[in-house]
Structures are given as C-alpha cells and as structure tokens.
C-alpha cells in the first residue's frame, strides 16, 4: 500500500485502515517482546512549531522502537521563523534533504500540505493549527476501538466537549463516515457544537448523528464515550463543564462493556477516580499511539 | 540488587553504595575503552522540568554510552504542564509506557515520588525543588571520595556555604551517616546553616559535628571541603562570600592530601587559580557523575 | 592530516581542502546509498548557544549518517549560563568529558577559541558571534563551487548584500585567497561594504577585489554570485533592497553556467522564481553541508 505523506485522516481509505490496523497490531507484539526493526540507518526530523511533549514522544520512542535515529526540536518557531524569517518551504526543502521523514506539528492549518508539497521526504502531520488536522490522532484512537470491538462497522458512540474547535473529535467523527451503521452523538454545548463541514459530510455518507446538550441522555446507549477538554474561558460559567464531565456517578449509567476515550491532556471533564474502571481507555490508548506511529512510520519508510 | 526507582540518597544501604561503587569502577573501564554495553533496544525519557544541560548530558551521555536511546525535552514545564494545565501524574503514565527509564527534574519537592507511584518505568530523580532531592549528585560526591579513599569510615570533611538551601550538601550529608566515625563541620553564614533535620538525623545515628561560620578554625583538619555556591542575594554584603571562597592562599593552609570538590557551576567562591591544583577533583567529579549515572541506569534497567 | 579543533576556514591549507574535499564526495556516495559508518561508540554534544535548526540539524544528521549519537541543547544560555551564572570553560570542561566532540554556536566572537582552550574533546565552531567565524559554513560554500567546476583556480565571485557583518561571505573571501586568480567583486551598499581587515588580507595574498554597489554592473561577468541576507532596519529605505536581489530579470543577465549561492535563510533578495533555475545551487548547498559536516567529523573523530 502505497503512502507517500500522511496528511489528513480522511486520505486512508478502509483497505488502508486496515492494513495500518494489521501493522499497528505487529508494532505491538515487537515492542512487547524489546525487540526493535531494522531501521537504524533511517533518520526522523521531529519539527515542532509547537509544543506538544507527548506527541513528540510518541513519535520519537516509535522511530526509536523501529531502530532509527531522531532529530528534534521543540520549538522551531522561537529557532528559526521567528528569529530571521524562515520559510517554512525553505526549511522544508532543506531538512527533507538531511533526512528520511519529518513528522511536522505546525501552527497554521494547512501547514503540513505546504510542508508535503515541497518535502523531499515524507511528511507526517503531527497537527497544525486548532481546528485543523490531527491524523495520527484520529487514526489511533480508531484503532482503540477496532482492537477491542474487532469491527468498526454498527458503533455507536457520543462525543463529548468542545466539538467545534476539537480537531481530534473532527477528525475521528470523518474516519467513522467510512464505517457502516455508525451513529455519533455530539454533545456539547450549543455554542460550541460541532461545525456543519463535518455534520454536511456525515449526511453525504448517510451517517446516523444526533446534537445534543445533556450527556444523561444518551450516556447508556452507546459502545464508546469520546471525551474531550472545554478550555477555560469559553463558559461564561465554568461550573457549566460539570454538565460535560465523567465522574463515578456517570459510570453506574453507563454499559457495562463501553469504553472510555479521552485525548488527554484532561481537566476537570475526567475525574481520576475513573482510571481504574475497566472501562477506562485512555492510557491504553496512548499506548496504541505508540504503535500506530511505528506502523505509520513503516509504511512510509518502506518505499 | 534490587533496585526499583531511585528518588532519594538515603534509600541506598550500605552494600547497595558497594554495588554501586562497583558497577562505577566498571563503567569507567568500559567508557576508556570506548565500549558501549548492550542497551540498544532501551529507550530513555529525559523529563526536565528546570533547566540543567549539565544533568541532562550526563545522563544523556551515560545512557549513549550503554548503547541506548534518549528522548529528551529541556523544558518540560513550557511544554506541557502549563500551556494546557497537563497533570505531572498523567505526563508520567504516558510518558513511560513509551520508554524504560524516566529521568526527572521537576520544579516541586515531591515531584519524583509522585512520579514513582504511577509510573510503568523506573524513576530516577535528577532533582525536584531547592531543598528536595538530587540523589545522583550525592551518589556522585560520594563515590568521589570513595574512588580516592577507598573506604569512607573515618572521613572529616568540611561543607561550606549556603547549606540550609543546598541540596547537593544535605543529600550527602545523609549518605554519610550510613559510615563510621564521620566528623563534618558546616561552615556557613549563621542564617544559612544546615537545617534541623538534618542535624537531628546525624545526632541519631551518632555522627560528630559541628556549626562553624570560619572556614580558617577547620580547613587543615580535613580530607575533604565541599564547597557550594551562595546565591547572589542572600547576603546583604556580597563581599562577605569571600569568607566562604577557597583560593591560592587557603591552598597553603589545607592539607596536602586533601580534596576539593564543588557541584558546580561555581561563581565567587572557587577560584580558577585553584584548578590546577593536584587537590582539585571537582572536574574529575563530573566525569564520576557519567560513570556512577550509567551504573545506576544498568541498576533499574537490568530487572 | 591531523586536525584537533575547527575554530577558522583559514586554518585550512589547500591540501587540507583537498583531503575534506575528497572525504566529503566519498560520504555523499555513502548517504546516497543509505548506509552508516562505523562511529556508533561515539557521542557528538550539539551546544547551541544561539538557535539555529538548519545548522543544528545539519550536523546531527551527519553524525547519525556515520553512525554515532547526540546530546543535544537548543538554547544553552538560557538553560545554564543566564539562570546561574555558570562559565563557558566550566560548562565546555565538563561536556567535553562526557562527549568525544562538541559542536559549539556561541553568541560571542571568539567563544570557539575559549572553549578549544580548555576542552578534552575537539571542538567544532558552528558560528561565534556575528561577524564572527562559521568555518563549517564557508567550507560547504567552498566545497559546492570545487564540486561543480573541480577546481577553485581562475573563480571569479560577486559576494553581494551586508558584506560588514556577514560572517559567511567575510569567511569565502579568506578561503579563496587561498587561491591562484581569483577575482572578487563586492557588492553592496557603501555603507556595508566589506571591511578592511579582509580587504587588507587579499592584497597582501595578490588577490583582485573591487568594491562595487551595483550588481548590474558584475553579474554578467562572474561564476558564481554569492547572494547574502541585508537584515531589516539596516537600510534607510527598505525598497533599497531590490538593488542586491536576485530575481528573473537578473537571471537573463547573467553567464549559462553560472552558479547562485545562498547561505539561507532568504528574505526579499533571492525571489522564488529563482528556484527552478538550473543555475540555482543554494539547496545543492545545503545538502552539500551534510556531507562536509560528516567529512569534517571524521576528521576530528579519527585521531
């Protein structure tokens, strides 16, 4: 399967999904065991225009896991943009000629399509700009529920927070339009609900949603709860997040066998006193975001 | 040995000091040789929540040298914790399920014990707060003298200078108290002596000591002066760091086979002119830090 | 050839040149076939007082393509010397001992010869100061005019732009003296003319200079036009710019085989629409870079 750069979410086709998902399950079974792959000849440009500790980790303990060598910066902006007025398509070019593949966090949407249109190595978009993409995201938490439900086809899952600014929530909402019998609550409050682009393209796919401002209502209906973090200030009331949040008394309503999402990093949405439910995901989906980058990593590597 | 996180001095017995002790002496002979050990496929998350380039590298370096991998971050704080309010605790289960080995620096005293009891990977604290631990840089002093001496029963040393906020002072002051007959004088501006603590610790386990504010009334009784900085600030005269500074003319006065060691960095109170003399360790001192920093990683690592 | 530290492109002889020349071809066929030399014992530290990604990443890439490993440090005034005061000797002594070379950028003139005074490892200068020496720079720009032509004899050069402080042109200009038959013209605003000492240094080495401020007046005349940044705020009218810029009308004027060096980054001076020119060689440089970085290392990592 031919994968040039990782771009968007929604370039991965369901074949593609799948054989990411077949990898992602590999990557799993090789790090269990300490071993690694044989990619120490191959070097990763970690370039981040923002800070995010724990993609960069992920990312770089994959590329370690794989047997290959990392180059990081944690802030490029603050190291070469801002400094003397860098292109972006200039350092681009120049970094993609001293290296195998970039993984790019940008601050401007679109930024890892310009990034890719210039690369001579593949570029992977570790997120650029709020609102914008965020695909490993979205491909690791849909690999969460696949590994655990075996089909993605017949979900029904409520997503939960600030849906028109979470890219993670986007992203994830377009991957399952590819899914058959799919039905997505959105819940949120209404001036933060999710934003007709994604709600146009689920009607196209004749995917099954619902809006809705009170998660009582369907908190006992679905397979998997997407949680996602309100940030401070968007409530005039920030006591209103309660209305948003999952705590012990939520979970006696909800399914025995649902699974909890959340894209970390939390507030006060995802009460601690959840991580030990059996139904908690969260950590364990961070931990899949290690190996669904070493698979995205192998397959972009392998041309 | 068992040894599971390593987050302060005096959780080191006495035979686990010898091991250590061992293990140092060995990495120093793998290192001259230019040898690396068989580490490849362990990765390390330097997490540092202060800045340390000095800490950082030595770890860094040490775990390079054992054949391993490093992702690093020199400052985690802007990275994740305050930009988007991520918890330490959640930072730390996330972070080690990706890697083998944590090394932390946090900004709060506490910071690697709360690390430890959520981590998936062994902790080693690289500092939390002024005043908290820095059990490696204790380790370090300790095996400085040890290399040298041989034993440690028996020893006298001096520590100077600002003591009630030194970490580096406190934590060997502790180790110390594990070996016979040890005698220290602290030697300190009134208001910045040796805390309670720590004294009433010594008279516990029956160590000698003793309060002085002249450097004069002891330096040629010692083996050892370990000397530390005063931060600017703290005394209303900043010409009065002078009676807490060592150079060419307390040379003259110490002891021909005495040793000086300092933490370092330095400012006023160790002059350039004494580096050249046969009493000066505090370089060879670094270099320990690499040798004992590899032994300990091989400790935690080798469950 | 023994080589111990790079401190300045004049401490190259020709036969020094030549030998990196021939090196760094020899690791240009070994990146493009993707393999990795025999350093992995070593650690190279990258101590980057000053940022710079493109430089940053242009020597850790060369070190991972032989083989080897980093310890690296964005921006080590703020993490060491700013926040305690710590010494350049101090910090250099101690690295050193921890690494097997040290990649230094320093924000002050002379910082380089500072540091190899004083350092177990050898030192490689990646820029001290403005308008001080970035030996690594002027040898890659050197190195990509002999890769094109074979030979360094009979070159006649247009440096343009800020020429006072341009620490990349000031560097060539004292490499090429180095020698037979070179011409220089110096373009730029009178007032940033290239600076005496320089100028003196060609005279006394019987090399032909003239001071020009219009490119109109040269370009068609020369091999290579060596375009520099003009920093905003130094010219009284900004628009005055144009006159040192490089643009399509400009590419019509100059020789078929002519060559366009940049140092990067670019602003205003050197137009897009120069990109696809076959005489455009600034990104050929900048992989150029990789490879007399990875000879350069070899030649400190043999001894």
């Known amino acids: ?179 058959d019998r799919v039905k997505i609550f959105f819940v949120s409050p209404p001036e933060m609900q999710m934003k007709d682009d994604i709600l146009e393209c689920l009607e196209t796919r004749g995917v099954w949603y619902s809006l809705e401002s009170d998660m009582n209502q369907v908190i006992d209906a679905v397979d998997v709860v997407y949680l996602t973090q309100i940030r401070t200030g968007r409530l005039a009331d920030e006591s209103g997040k309660g209305k948003f949040a999952i705590d012990a008394a939520t979970l006696q309503k909800m399914r025995p066998n649902a699974m909890i999402l959340h894209p970390l990093p939390r507030t006060v949405e995802l009460d601690k006193a959840v991580d030990d439910d059996p139904r908690a995901f969260y950590f364990q989906q961070t931990m899949n975001g290690l190996y669904v980058r070493m698979a995205l990593l192998t397959m972009v590597l392998d041309q």
Chains 1, 2, 3 share one sequence.
């Open 1 to 179: 399967m031919k994968l040039r750069h990782i771009i968007d979410a929604q370039q991965f086709t369901v074949p593609m999904l799948m054989e990411l998902f077949d990898r992602s399950r590999a990557m799993e079974r090789i790090a269990a065991r300490g071993g690694t792959l044989d990619y120490q000849n191959k070097v990763m440009a970690s370039l981040f225009y923002q800070p995010s500790t724990r993609t960069r980790c992920s990312f770089e303990a994959a590329m370690f896991r794989l047997g290959g060598r990392v180059f990081s910066t944690e802030q490029a902006t603050i190291f070469s943009s801002e400094v003397q007025g860098e292109l972006l398509e200039d350092t681009i070019r120049i970094i993609s000629g001293y290296t195998d593949v970039i993984v790019l966090r940008h601050s401007e949407i679109g930024g890892a399509a310009r990034a890719a249109a210039v690369s001579r190595a593949p570029i992977i978009n570790a997120g650029d700009g709020k609102g914008g993409q965020h695909p490993t995201q979205a491909l690791l938490d849909l690999y969460t529920i696949f590994r655990e439900r075996r089909t993605l086809d017949g979900l029904t899952i409520a997503m939960i927070g600030e849906l028109d600014r979470g890219r993670t929530a986007r992203s994830l909402a377009q991957l399952l339009c590819k899914f």
